[in-house]
C-alpha cells in the first residue's frame, strides 16, 4: 500500500457553472442534502488512502467556497485559472512549492458521488503505471453530427478522479503545447508520452452540467415507524380524533388535547426517524404543553423528517374504539393529515375497528390508537 500521507486529492472547483445556470455555482449549490464540494470533499476525506485534500476555486468565490465546507478543515484553496486546465495547473504547483506528493487524484467538484472502490482500483494501478483513469464502456449507438455511425467498441467516456505519479503530470501540464485546452488530464498525459491506464468508472461519477442533472434521483432507504397511543374517556362534550373535533357525550382526558390518532402517529414518524418519543419532545410535565393541539407535535415530526431529508411516504391510522363512530369522520381526518404533513391524501389511510365490546376499549373506558409510517431517508 503507497504511503497515505503521499496521496493527495486535487479537486478542482473554479468553474462558473455556465450551462447549470442558477444564481451561483453549481460547485456552491446543494443535492443531497450538502454542496458538491463538499460531498467531492468528503469522498476523499473518508477514504483512508487519502492523506492530503487541495482545493482550487475561482477568484472572488471564497466566501462561497468557505459557506460551502461549512467549516470542514482543509488546507486553504488555490486560485484557479480561466479554463479547467489552467486551473489544474494552478494546482499542481501549489502542491509542488508546498513539498510535493508522491500521487495526485485530480477530480472535478462537478462530480459529488465518488465510490470508494474507484479510488482503491486507481491507486492500485497506480503500482505498476504513470497515469489511470476512470472510465465506462458507451452502452448507446455513437454517431457522428452528419449522422454516420462509428463503432462505439473503439469508445469508452472518461471520468473523474484521474490519477498520476505526480512529477509526471506536473511535468506533462508544464510541457503542454496544445492549441485547444485539454478537458481532461489524461490527455495532457498522453500528449506527454504517458500511456493511460483505464479502470472501471462508475455511473455515481456523473458530472453535474445541467440545471436537469441536480434533480438526479437520491437512494434511499425505507424506514417503518410504530406508534401506540391510550387515553381514557372523562366527562365532557367532544373528544379530538386526527385532527378533527368530535361532539360526543364524553372527552378524553390528557395534559394536550388527548388526540389519540395524532399522538401515535406522531411517535410513528418519530419511530421511523429513530427520534425517541413523543414523551421525549414534549415531556407532560412540562405547562406549556398543556391543553396543547395535537398538531403541533405531529408538524414537529414532520419537521424533523425534512432536516433528515426524509420523505413521508405513507402513514396509517387505526383508531380502536367503540364510540364515538369513526366512519362519517374519516374522509375529514384523511384531509387533515395529509394538510399537517404536507402530503397527498391518497399517503393517508384512517381506519377505524371496535374489540367487540372486549377490554378496556369494549368497555368504553377510553379510545387506543395503533399508527405505521413509512419514510424514505437518503442513505447513510
Ligand atoms: N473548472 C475549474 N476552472 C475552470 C473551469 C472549470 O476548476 N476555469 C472546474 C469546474 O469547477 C468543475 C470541473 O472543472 O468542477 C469540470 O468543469 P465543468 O463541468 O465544465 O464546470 P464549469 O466550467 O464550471 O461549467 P460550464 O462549462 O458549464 O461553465
Ligand atoms: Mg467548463
Redesign the pocket.
Known amino acids: 500500500m503507497p504511503d497515505q500521507s503521499r496521496i493527495t486529492a486535487l479537486i478542482?472547483?473554479?468553474?462558473?457553472?455556465?450551462?447549470?445556470g442558477g444564481d451561483h455555482?453549481?460547485?456552491y449549490r446543494t443535492i443531497r442534502g450538502k454542496t458538491l464540494v463538499a460531498h467531492a470533499i468528503d469522498a476523499f476525506a473518508d477514504h483512508p488512502g487519502v492523506g492530503k485534500i487541495r482545493v482550487?476555486i475561482?477568484k472572488g468565490q471564497d466566501a462561497a467556497y468557505l459557506e460551502a465546507i461549512a467549516g470542514r478543515n482543509i488546507e486553504p484553496p488555490v486560485t484557479?485559472?480561466?479554463?479547467?486546465q489552467?486551473?489544474v495547473r494552478k494546482g499542481l504547483e501549489e502542491i509542488a512549492a508546498s513539498g510535493g506528493t508522491d500521487i495526485v487524484l485530480i477530480h472535478?467538484?462537478?462530480r459529488p458521488f465518488t465510490p470508494p472502490d474507484v479510488i482503491d482500483r486507481l491507486i492500485d494501478a497506480l503500482g505498476s503505471t504513470s497515469s489511470a483513469v476512470p472510465a465506462l464502456p458507451v452502452v448507446d449507438s455513437l454517431a457522428r453530427t452528419d449522422g454516420s455511425t462509428v463503432d462505439r467498441s473503439e469508445f469508452v467516456t472518461v471520468q473523474t478522479p484521474q490519477a498520476f505519479r505526480f512529477e509526471a503530470i506536473l511535468a506533462a501540464h508544464r510541457a503542454w503545447t496544445g492549441e485547444q485546452p485539454a478537458t481532461d488530464d489524461a490527455a495532457i498525459a498522453r500528449a506527454a508520452g504517458h500511456t493511460v491506464e483505464l479502470v472501471k468508472g462508475d455511473p455515481a461519477l456523473k458530472?453535474i452540467?445541467f440545471a436537469e442533472d441536480f434533480a438526479m434521483p437520491s437512494p434511499t432507504v425505507t424506514r417503518t415507524g410504530l406508534g401506540y397511543d391510550v387515553h381514557a374517556f372523562a366527562a365532557g362534550d367532544h373528544v379530538w380524533l386526527c385532527g378533527v373535533q368530535i361532539p360526543h357525550e364524553r372527552t378524553l382526558a390528557g395534559h394536550s388535547d388527548a388526540d389519540v390518532g395524532l399522538h401515535a402517529l406522531t411517535d410513528a414518524i418519530l419511530g421511523a426517524l429513530g427520534e425517541g418519543d413523543i414523551g421525549d419532545h414534549f415531556p407532560p410535565s412540562d405547562p406549556q404543553w398543556k391543553g396543547a393541539a395535537s398538531h403541533r407535535f405531529l408538524t414537529h415530526a414532520r419537521d424533523l423528517a425534512t432536516a433528515r431529508n426524509a420523505t413521508i411516504h405513507h402513514v396509517d391510522v387505526t383508531l380502536i374504539c367503540e364510540t364515538p363512530k369513526i366512519g362519517s369522520h374519516r374522509a375529514a381526518m384523511r384531509a387533515r393529515i395529509a394538510e399537517i404533513l404536507a402530503i397527498p391524501e391518497k399517503s393517508v389511510s384512517v381506519k377505524a375497528t371496535t374489540t367487540e365490546k372486549l377490554g378496556f376499549t369494549g368497555r368504553s373506558e377510553g379510545i387506543a390508537a395503533q399508527a405505521i409510517a413509512t419514510l424514505g431517508t437518503l442513505e447513510e
Open positions: 478542482v472547483a473554479a468553474g462558473t457553472g455556465e450551462r447549470a455555482p453549481k460547485q482550487v475561482g484557479g485559472g480561466a479554463t479547467r489552467e486551473s472535478d467538484a462537478a458530472k452540467t
